[in-house]
């Protein structure tokens, strides 16, 4: 779905110092503002899967994050008491510090399954 902020973020890829207002998800409604070059509908239209795949990703990096966070006690309860983690463990937490690697596709970030944390 075309939004706003993948409306925005394509422009910005074209050109970063761009000024523009939005009045709405659809590129009609675009403003060029402050002296910015216009640029074509077609330009910023094609950027959008890029823009979109970068959106999936961060989404996913944050609820990765989040897995990651959640477990941090861990990991420094473990080193603070001087005792290991299992392998099981560090295999998952690695396996979710991986979780972006190949996926090159919106529909790959959807579908993507996070790893069942170990006992």
Do not use: C, H
């Not at 074209?14 to 074509?40: H, K, R, V």
């Not at 970068?54 to 944050?62: C, T």
């Amino acid at each position: 779905m075309i939004t706003m902020e993948t409306i925005t973020r394509a422009v910005k890829k074209i050109n970063p110092n761009a000024q523009i207002s939005l009045s709405g998800n659809d590129l009609d409604t675009i403003t060029f503002e402050n002296g910015t070059t216009p640029i074509s509908k077609t330009d910023i239209e094609a950027e959008f899967s890029a823009v979109e795949l970068e959106i999936a990703l961060e989404d996913l990096r944050e609820k990765r994050n989040k897995l990651l966070a959640d477990s941090d006690w861990q990991v420094i309860m473990a080193k603070e008491k001087g005792t290991s983690l299992s392998t099981a463990f560090k295999n998952w937490r690695q396996a979710l510090r991986d979780a972006t690697d190949g996926l090159t596709t919106v529909e790959e970030v959807e579908a993507y399954e996070f790893p069942t944390k170990p006992e």
